[in-house]
Antibody, heavy 120, light 110 residues
């Protein structure tokens, strides 16, 4: 069955880096775009980034542009989110999600999420 | 604050119908498909509606979606206490080349 599982979350100081991974299984990895979505404690959903199904296109929310990098590893069926220069406001649960179609936020499968806490 | 505007909360009695609106602009809702999600505390969101009005397999037809111009609407009929959750709209913004969600609407079934 389709599964997405995030890993790599934890507690990190402001200005430091963290790398999240999303391992996928149960479907053809190269056929779907994978997005990252986050949710700060008690707040709403915030779209973060996407790497297209073919890996050629990357898009980011303005709030993370220049600090976060999304990448795909076909050999490992995984998508990573490299987060640099972390800020307190980056504290959130980070979800990866599979998109049904391109250029939409139609996420039919989500991971359980991984918590990132940025604190001194 | 979110570019997509949703009412913070809505409420209705069991068995009744409720609608949740999502207002945007030409660059997002006006020219892209809208999706709707249901989220319970401590869990990942669940897709209810995609491509404006399509329901994934397993989603009951009590849930419906529509879009007109730069606004979209989620409708829920035959309300149940189990429908109490947060609901989010989401879409792509062509001008920003980014995704976006509405601020979320908390549904209370009185």
């Amino acid at each position: 069955q389709v599964q997405l599982v995030e890993s790599g979350g934890g507690v990190v100081q402001p200005g430091k880096s963290l790398r999240l991974s999303c391992a996928v299984s149960g479907f053809t990895f190269s056929a779907f775009a994978i997005h990252w979505v986050r949710q700060a404690p008690g707040k709403g959903l915030e779209w973060v980034a996407v790497r297209s199904y073919d890996g050629y296109t990357k898009n980011y929310a303005d709030s993370v542009k220049g600090r976060f990098t999304i990448s795909r590893d076909k050999s490992k069926n995984s998508v990573s989110l490299q987060m640099n220069s972390l800020r307190v406001e980056d504290t959130a649960i980070y979800y990866c999600a599979r998109a049904i179609t391109s250029r939409t936020l139609s996420f039919d499968y989500w991971g359980p999420g991984t918590l990132v806490t940025v604190s001194s | 604050q979110s570019v997509l505007t949703q009412p913070p909360s809505v409420s209705a009695a069991p068995g009744q119908k409720v609608t949740i609106s999502c207002s945007g602009s030409t660059s997002n809702i006006g020219n892209n498909y809208v999706s709707w999600y249901q989220q319970f505390p401590g869990t990942a969101p669940k897709l209810l509606i995609y491509d404006n009005d399509k329901r994934p397999s397993g989603i009951p037809d009590r849930f419906s979606g529509s879009k007109s111009g730069t606004s979209a609407t989620l409708g829920i009929t035959g309300l149940q206490t189990g429908d109490e959750a947060d609901y989010y709209c989401g879409t792509w913004d062509t001008s920003l080349s980014s995704g976006m969600f509405g601020g979320g609407t908390k549904l209370t079934v009185l």
